[in-house]
C-alpha cells in the first residue's frame, strides 16, 4: 500500500478539475462533505494475515509501521473473542473504531502533489512533511437507521490514490472485491451488526459534529480522550493556581 504515482500534465489539469466538481457538488447538497451512498464494505483488522482479498498483511498501516505494537495488539475479529467492540485478551491503546479509505496523502518525503489541493482540511491539519493529513479524521458510517463514527486509520481497500472517490464524486471501480470503496474494523461492523461484506454509505465529519458513543472511549489517538485528558490537566492546573492564592 505505498504506491506512489508521478503526475503529467494531464493528471494536474484532472486534479484541477476534480477539486472544482468536489467544490461544487458540496455547495449543492448544502453539506461540506456530502454522504457517500451504496458503498460496498469489507472488514479488516489489525493483525490480519494476507489473503486473496486482501494480499497485504495489517500489522503496519499506510502511517504506522508498528501499528499492531500502536493498537496494543491483534484485534481479533472473531465475535465469540470480543466484548463490547474490543477484544477480551486486552485493553486496546488506539480506538478500536477505526476504518480505511483508498487514499494516502504521505509519501516518502513529504505529501502527494496533489494533496494540497484534493484534501479539504490540508491546509488546517497541516503539522510538516512528516505528518500525514488524513489519519485520524473521523468519519460517520450508516447502515440503515444507525450511524456509527471511526478514524480514519489506514489507505485501501487496494489502492491509495483514488482521491477521485475519496474526496470527489467517482464511484470505486467495480472491478476489485465487488466494488468495495471502504474498510471498517471489527468494532464498526458490530454496532452496525454488518456482514464480512456489505453495503453502507460513509461521509467526513468534524469533531464537532461527532456525538460520544463506544467510539469516545478509548485511544491514544482519540481526540475524545485527547481532549479530556487536556481538560483534566487544565483543572488541575486552574486548583493548583487558587490554592496557591
Known amino acids: 500500500m505505498k504506491a506512489i504515482s508521478i503526475l503529467s500534465i494531464g493528471a494536474l489539469a484532472a486534479i484541477s478539475a476534480g477539486c472544482l466538481s468536489t467544490r461544487q457538488g458540496v455547495s449543492a447538497t448544502g453539506e461540506r462533505y456530502p454522504w457517500k451512498k451504496n458503498i460496498v464494505t469489507t472488514v479488516f483488522w489489525i493483525g490480519e494475515k494476507p489473503s486473496a482479498n486482501n494480499p497485504v498483511p495489517n500489522r503496519k498501516s499506510s502511517w504506522d509501521k508498528d501499528w499492531s505494537r500502536s493498537y496494543g495488539g ?23 473504531f477505526y476504518c480505511a479509505l ?32 488524513c489519519k485520524d479524521r473521523w468519519v460517520a458510517i450508516r447502515k440503515g437507521s444507525r450511524t456509527v463514527y471511526a478514524q480514519w486509520e489506514d489507505a485501501g481497500p487496494f489502492r491509495t490514490d483514488y482521491w477521485q472517490y475519496v474526496f470527489g464524486n467517482e464511484r470505486p471501480k467495480p472491478t476489485l472485491n465487488k466494488g468495495a470503496g471502504l474498510d471498517v474494523s471489527p468494532a464498526v461492523r458490530d454496532y452496525l ?27 491514544e489517538n482519540n481526540t475524545f480522550v ?4 487536556k481538560a483534566g490537566r487544565e483543572l488541575a492546573q486552574a486548583s493548583k493556581r487558587a490554592d496557591a492564592q
Open 74 to 96: 491483534f484485534d481479533d475479529p472473531n465475535p465469540a473473542h470480543r466484548r463490547n467492540f474490543i477484544p477480551v485478551k486486552f485493553t486496546p491503546r488506539q480506538n478500536p
Open 193 to 219: 451488526e454488518l456482514n464480512q461484506t456489505d453495503v453502507t454509505d460513509w461521509r467526513f465529519v468534524e469533531f464537532s459534529e461527532v456525538p460520544h458513543g463506544p467510539w469516545s472511549t478509548l485511544g
Open 102 to 133: 483508498p487514499y494516502n496523502d504521505k509519501t516518502v518525503n513529504g505529501h502527494r502533489p496533489e494533496a494540497p489541493r484534493v484534501v479539504p482540511w490540508f491546509k488546517d491539519a497541516y503539522h510538516g512533511p512528516g505528518v500525514s493529513t
Open 226 to 229: 485527547i481532549s479530556d485528558r
